[in-house]
């Protein structure tokens, strides 16, 4: 007879500011969740209590103020190292069948609920975190940006940011040109504008560990009426370059239990073959090859073609989708790392990745790749 302990706690795991740990006790499996922030306990509670209502989430037992903060008590769902996430069936070598079914199941489910729960909404009303709140005023494009200068890429690169707009700027063989200072002033503008925005009831932060396998949602102080283009932007920005390559790199004790995410983040990170300035002609040139591993790309692939695209056929019939992307894709750049704190090359390529998402040429179909087949060289 094998005996089970009534009290086990396991390891403490540190998630951006908040503390997770998981707990057994009298026979239940408990996920303990310690927030400081009284504010974000409260909206995680509340983001929990709407999203019940349409998606399957773990039950929250109860939630407790504690010394220093708020504790919460929720079901915890089947997992271990490298099971239990979205993550771990995209750190494989090739997508398996899993993966195609678990994606089928999270676009069916999105679908339904974004069709239903859709509407132009005052943006006063949408959860404003992950994009209002940084672009306003004391917000991370302030914190980050404001009055900051760094150089474009030291040591390949060495031109200030702030002059980018005095050079022309040929990325893979294609021409842009980028004023540094005014895309900030556009992006502060435009999330200072009291325009509707299409919104509907979602978890609003859809990363590789807020989705569990088998199909579930975690955290929920973004959850609520999202926009819906801004949900789309980042599920897809997160899938295609956060999720493999940079959120391993910058903030790996994220993905602890979950080491086989690192094997593969070679497979995720863009090779940059020519930095160059050519001072005669005021041009910088800069190639660099995209990569995405197989599974990552057949994700994007199918949340692109069987949630994107009939949403927007739906709600925004004839118009430009890079248009509805463009800003909130420019906030996940500049609004998640300080372009600043990454590595030259990291920041070269995520400034290029800026430069196209702000051409007028932006294609969100070829820019996420969402092909089966690998991404053509430039």
């Known amino acids: 007879m094998t005996f089970q302990p009534l009290f086990r706690v396991g390891p403490v795991r540190r998630f951006t500011r908040n503390l997770l740990c998981p707990v057994d006790l009298f026979g239940h499996s408990l996920l303990l969740k310690y927030t400081r922030n009284p ?7 509340h983001g929990h209590a709407r999203l019940a209502r349409h998606y399957r989430v773990p039950a929250l037992h ?12 929720y079901e915890r769902l089947p997992g271990g190292t490298d099971q239990g996430l979205l993550l771990d069936l995209l750190n494989t070598d090739g997508p398996a069948s899993h993966l195609h079914t678990y994606m089928d199941q999270l676009t069916a489910a999105y679908q339904e609920v974004i069709l239903t729960t859709a509407w132009p909404a005052d943006p006063a009303h949408v959860v404003r975190k992950l994009y209002w709140d940084r672009a306003a005023p004391g917000g991370r494009l302030d914190t980050y940006y404001a009055g900051k200068e760094f150089l474009i890429a030291d040591g390949l690169v060495d031109i200030p940011v702030s002059r980018l707009n005095t050079y022309a700027l040929k990325i893979n063989g294609r021409r842009h040109h980028l004023d540094w200072a005014a895309t900030l002033r556009w992006l502060r503008a435009h999330f200072a504008t009291a325009e509707p925005v299409w919104a509907a009831l979602t978890q609003g932060d859809p990363t590789d560990v807020n989705l569990a396998h088998p199909l579930a949602w975690f955290d929920y102080d973004t959850a609520g009426m999202n926009s819906i283009p801004g949900e789309f932007a980042n599920f897809l920005w ?5 999720g493999g390559w940079l959120v391993p790199t910058y903030n790996p004790t994220a993905f602890a239990d979950h080491p086989a995410a690192f094997t593969h983040v070679p497979a995720n990170t863009p090779e940059i073959r020519r930095a160059a300035i050519d001072h005669t002609t005021s041009t910088i040139h800069i190639d660099y ?18 949630l994107v695209r009939p949403v927007a056929d739906r709600l925004w019939p004839g118009e430009d989708l890079a248009n509805l992307l463009r800003p909130y894709l420019a906030m996940r750049i500049l609004g998640v790392y300080n ?30 790749c969402p092909l089966e087949s690998p991404c053509p060289a430039p």
């Open 39 to 45: 504010a974000e306990a409260g909206e995680e509670i």
């Open 62 to 73: 109860t939630h407790l103020r504690v010394p220093g903060g708020h504790l919460l008590a």
């Open 238 to 242: 997160y899938a295609s370059v956060l």
């Open 289 to 306: 090859t995209p990569r995405l591993s197989a599974p990552r790309r057949a994700a994007v692939t199918a949340y692109w073609n069987k």
């Open 339 to 368: 372009l600043a704190g990454l590595a030259s090359e990291d920041r070269l390529v995520l400034l290029a990745r800026l430069v196209e998402a702000m051409s007028p040429a932006f294609d969100p179909t070829t820019y996420f």
